[in-house]
């Protein structure tokens, strides 16, 4: 027993101390990020260009780690397409950097610090600005409501990367951010090559007093550095930002359109135009910068005392705007307005209720339809009072008043709408007629042949949509209007209703819809504009049937004289071939089929009069066809489809047999087909014509020859019609009345989006701007023209699709990047050359190119400095608004605390006055220097400070390194 108790005091605990702790685990995975970024190892990447932090593409990895349970985000910033120098071969003769000493390759990160051609880039990250990076890793909370703010914490999370970059050899700067997101502050590390370089940060509301002048930033930079030599040369760079966010007699003249000014004051030429422009200034400032560009730091004189540091003196000037990132636009909110609309799927009647249309139906329709059965060809009282005719095609509705009364549009706004789209019911002097000839590219568009040239013409000219200025033209554009500025769907809904009453009333009354023009639909344009077109050409064919028929009850006699048109020679003819029965003269003879006679009679041979093929919309062709394909391949479908195919050919049989009596097959072949007719030569002419009929004439079943067996001897005048007008007409009535808003803008989105393109197309400054860089690949391009007409290949390929609201909603927010675009130019020609933007005005002097430049770069640099025409303009708006500003400011009571701030202020002008461009928005000074550290016999090393003084804020953001070698 006591062996065994002496046994059990043996055993103890056993701790594998080879488990990894939470923040091994965190530095592991900070080098396994570092591992598949592939940053270990010494990078020798070629040098930096000039400017070339400012414009160069950047890209970002993230990956997150995680220390414990609070996770971090790891972000890898580097400049796109920076490629890694190989490693120089030893048999290659000498580079460049083999003509340096043979000691150790500073990293690339401190080459990067003393580059003198990046200093101040205008749009960088604040880290690139700061310290002048190409690339560098930052670690920052993955929740921005938890920032690291103890010190501990910072310290340890600042200590495990510094860790993590010795383990694996990483030569980039890897940095913590601490605080709050907005402070911006972080806190670095950079090893290699046998140097530390320790990224510190100071950020402050207000600077001390020894900071706010450069002497005072040169003994805090040599205080930081402990230098053992004495005066090392320390390479100053300061920069001095004007801001111009004032601009007296400039203001934004672009005013949202007034509809009641649109009707009244303007005229029907705007309002039959797409609104352009942005509603407020899209170019909010203007940063002027003056800079003395790496200088010695006994060069320029600034202290508590004095200060020659005035802008008129630095050679170099720069300027940058600051713009809206997407200010509204009446365009494209005008455009999305409407596709919203598209996605709606009520009918009228649910929009404006039953009683509303109950009441314009019983008003419009019923009555319409019961006087017009009633009453006398004299109008009566009440339709005199009713309709307002100003001539004798007028056509307003009665139910206009009531409509204005119930509707959404007022009745004083409802009624010029409805003479725009219908001028012609307004007589004689019509205020918007519509253009003679259509086409697909506008009037104000092709003016001085500007656009004639260019190759959004053809494609304007190739999209499936309405004739421009047209009735379907002038509906979506008003609708866009409706629909922004009178109501949305509801006036939208009401709009559409009116419309409809109207072409219901025009084909009662048969008279042709304007805007539409004649003829058969074509097919290569727009549903919509095929119905319109459909219901015109039933209108045309009512009227000359309607007319014939009228004329044959008249005087049977002169409608057989004008309907046959025989000549003498036809009728002494006759008279030679004797009398016939009454059942077997001819009818509905049209002409002399040249010299051919009918084979069994030797009669000549005539061309009836037929009927004309039935047109069809594009809707119906497709139903047609897909009718055709149900029938199927077996003998009872075959004959159907035989049968619906040969209706137009059974037609012509009868009129061929009314027309000429005792006529064969072989006869009407020889007219209406001549190569299936093989004749045979006669010498005699007196004789009948010999010949057969085609091999394809004479297959046993043939269509041909049933059709002929069944064909009687009817005239076209009395066979059953081919095309029912009557019928398509009322089809068409329905297809439209039946269609909500939604439904409708759908048919009209190729049309407005075809509007939009003209409408920006009139901007011809758009054919010199640079293209934003807001816009997608591949869609970024050079100049605005490109990317414009990539805008409109991509409409036509839509328009001749079925409609896709999710997909004109892509297009439409191209269009919005283009006309923000356009709207900045604008503005900014507007300030700078002092003249209201013009669209007709071309870039061709240094100011208009300045503009360009402004819009293109992120900075600007002002060609002459501060003596250089653009200098000389800049000036004057700082001037003017600095005047104003007094004009405002000019009071008796003055805040105290005022006098610090201006007294700090005046020292950026001469001999303590205020600078001709008033009070510096931001102060920036950069200094760098190359020395041993931290002993005299070490390495020389970079040192770098940048220091910042804004209105709020004051920043020192410093790299200093050592050489770790013999520390």
Known sequence: METQDADDQEVFEIVDFTTASEWECFIAAVEEAIHEWRLSGERQLLPLSKGQLATAKWSERTVTVKFADFPFKMTHHCIINEGVESPPDESEPSTEYENEEETERLPQALDDLMNRENDFPARAHCLVRWYGLREFVTISPSNQNHPIICPSKSKLLLSSVTIAANNTNCQVPLFVQVLRPCEKMYLGVGLGSGVRTDYDMVHMRRPPHQCTHLAGLL???????QCTVTSPPVLVSVRFTYVLSEWPHTLWTQQPPDFDATLTEVGFSDLGKLPFGALSDPVSELHLSATWPCVS???????????????????????????????????????MEFLHVCRNTQSVSQILGPDFIQDMDDSAQYSLAFDRLTESSVPGLSKIVGRVQHGSKGTKQSSSAQAGEMGPIPLDILIPILN???????????????????????????????VGEHPLKALLSNMKSSGADGLVWRLAVVLCHVIHSLGGLPAAAHLWHEVVLELRFRWDKTILVPGIGSGSPDLASTLMHQKLQMLN????????????SSKSSNDEFEDEDEFYECEEEMEEEEKSNGSRPSWDKPEGRLKRCGKLRLIKTNEQLYVPFTQ??????????????????????????SQLRARMMSASLLSDMESFKAANPGAVLEDFVRWYSPRDWIEEASDDPSQPPCGSLSARM??????????????????????????????EAEQVLHWLASMGPGAMCSHLQPTILHASLCRLVEEKILFSLPAPSTLPQPLHSNTLATILDMIAKRIVRLSKQPPDTNKYVEVVEQIAEVEACIARAQSVRHKLLGDSPSSNSSFSSPLEELVLRLLDSPEVTLDGGPRGPAAAVIRKLFQQAQRASMLVDDSPQENPSSHNDRRTSLKSGTSGTVSELGRPAGREYLLRTLV?????????VPHRMFAVLLQNEFRLAGSYSQDTTFC
Not at 932 to 940: G, V
């Open 698 to 727: 004479q297959i046993p079943g043939n269509m041909w020859k049933e059709v002929w067996n069944s064909a009687k001897p009817v005239p076209a005048r009395r066979q059953k019609r081919l095309f029912d007008d009557t019928r």
């Open 297 to 335: 730091e006994d060069v320029l004189v600034d202290s508590d005392v004095y200060s020659d540091l005035n802008p008129g003196s630095a050679p170099l000037w720069t300027a940058r705007l600051v713009t809206s990132a997407s200010p509204p636009c009446l365009l494209s909110e005008y455009l």
């Open 219 to 225: 003994d805090v930079f040599r205080s930081k550095l």
């Open 932 to 940: 041993p550290a931290p002993t005299p016999y070490s390495r020389p």
């Open 612 to 637: 004309e093929p039935a047109p069809m919309t594009e809707d119906k062709l497709e139903e047609h066809a897909d009718v055709l394909l149900r029938l199927g391949t077996d003998n009872v479908g």
């Open 420 to 450: 725009y789209l219908f001028p012609d019911a307004e007589g004689e002097e019509q205020n918007a007629p519509y253009p003679s000839t259509s086409s697909q590219v506008p009037e104000w568009i092709v003016e001085d042949g500007q």
């Open 537 to 548: 050409y039933c209108i045309t064919r009512r009227k000359a049937r309607e007319q014939s």
